[in-house]
């Protein structure tokens, strides 16, 4: 069974940083690339990062590039996302997915607020 389990959402001030954080079960990182995508109330899902199966190449919209990083720990299988220089645009549900959506978490809650 696959699983996906978001974490590490939570308040932040605008120009603070989080990081959030999605264990991963079931697959491997070698197999599968993955993504970042999230949802802001009353919007559609947004991607905001991609990262090459084996943790190769990296990719970002030009909304979240220079401010968010993407990156995988194969040993304890975890997907990460380093956000910086939040504003309140980049308020959402964030959700860890497979590359291509096959598989999703059920995402952690980003508010980003003074």
């Known amino acids: 069974e696959v699983q996906l389990q978001a974490s590490g959402g939570g308040l932040v001030q605008p120009g603070g940083s989080l990081r959030l954080s999605c264990a991963v079960s079931?697959?491997?990182?070698?197999?599968?690339?993955m993504s970042w995508i999230r949802q802001a109330p009353g919007k559609g899902p947004e991607w905001v990062s991609t990262?090459?199966?084996?943790?190769?190449?990296?990719l970002y919209p030009d909304s979240v590039k220079g401010r968010f990083t993407i990156s995988m720990n194969k040993v304890n299988n975890t997907l990460y996302l380093a956000m910086n220089a939040l504003k309140s645009d980049d308020s959402a549900v964030y959700y860890c997915t497979t590359f291509g959506g096959t598989y999703w978490g059920q995402g952690t809650l980003v508010t980003v607020s003074s």
């Open positions: 079931g697959i491997t990182f070698d197999d599968y690339g």
């Open positions: 990262i090459r199966s084996g943790g190769g190449t990296t």
